[in-house]
């Protein structure tokens, strides 16, 4: 069992549905909203939806999972599910926000190009004026299109694909990493095999079988290019999200560590402090 004070820093699980009180235009699966002025989430919490929020103009902090970004103009805000956040976002504020659940999300999803995980390390997205205007452009076509009678479920997918191509298109000018990605397609699949396979597979023989290639050349094309193992990679996805979820749930350290494939809770807790420096115990007493 967790101790009391544990238990008040589990974070909440946001539903879309929380959300349409304050819509401007919407359908079940998919909200547009505004964010004119002064906004404080003051205690973090996290969504079981995707989010991007598009700033014109806007300052002050955004928090997304521990790390503070600095709010600016012209820039695109992406919260995948599951990520905790918090913002105080100061008064001269003006932002457009479409909040889009997991099912919708999926259907335009490919158009993001890259694995989630990329974005979400890079959340933040500085825009130069035609991509800000192009952004605005589409965002603004599916509030029209949710605004009508009969709004078509395909026009509004498809605008969202032409804003997550355009979304990926300026991270992949923008980060090395993303360049790097673009350039070996193998590595762009690996990444989505540990988004898809992470908490059950932690061999290398195995990715690099779905990959039709040997372990041994999977792992070089990760050191050559990415300076980093290939394995390790794989374990920096399982502890971002053992993390978040020691983080944010009051399951028991047990709990978690079966959720991961750990059959054995010292192992697990051998296997977090070998990767942060604290057992998951210390981690969620120092939080």
């Known amino acids: 069992m967790l101790n009391r004070s544990s238990e008040n820093k589990a974070v909440p699980t946001l539903d879309i549905h929380e959300f349409r009180t304050k819509q401007i235009a919407g359908k079940e699966e998919l909200i547009f909203n505004e964010i004119i002025g ?5 205690k973090p919490h996290k969504h079981d939806f995707f989010i991007i929020i598009l700033f014109d103009k806007g300052s ?4 997304i999972d521990s790390v503070d970004y600095t ?5 695109v805000h992406v919260l995948f599910p599951g990520q905790i956040h918090k913002w105080h976002i100061n008064k001269e504020t003006k932002a457009y926000q479409l909040m889009i659940e997991s099912t919708f999300l999926e259907q335009f999803a ?3 190009r890259f694995s989630f995980t990329n974005y ?4 933040v997205i500085s825009l130069d004026h035609n991509n800000y205007t192009q952004l605005l452009y589409e965002f603004n076509a599916i509030r029209t299109e949710l605004l009508d009678e009969n709004p078509v479920d395909q026009l509004i997918s498809a605008r969202s694909g032409v804003i997550a191509a355009i979304v ?13 990605y673009q350039a070996n397609p193998k590595l762009v699949k690996f990444n989505w095999l540990i988004d898809k396979y992470y908490k ?25 290019n990415l300076k980093i193992s290939a394995n390790k990679l794989i374990q920096q996805r399982i502890t971002v999200e053992a993390k978040r979820l020691l ?11 079966f959720e991961f494939g750990f059959y054995d809770h010292a192992h697990f807790s051998n296997f977090f402090k070998s990767q942060t420096g604290f057992t998951p115990t210390q981690f969620r007493r120092k939080l």
């Open 200 to 224: 059950k597979e932690k061999s290398i023989a195995f990715y690099a079988d779905q990959l039709n290639i040997t372990a041994n050349y999977l792992n070089i094309l990760s050191q050559r």
């Open 110 to 112: 490919p158009a993001f």
């Open 60 to 63: 002050g902090v955004h928090n």
């Open 247 to 257: 983080y944010t749930s009051q399951n028991t350290i047990k709990e978690i560590a």
């Open 120 to 123: 979400q390390n890079h959340p």
């Open 168 to 180: 990926s298109k300026v991270v992949e000018n923008q980060s090395e990493e993303f360049k790097v």
């Open 38 to 42: 002064e906004n404080i989430i003051h």
């Open 71 to 75: 709010i600016g103009d012209n820039e």
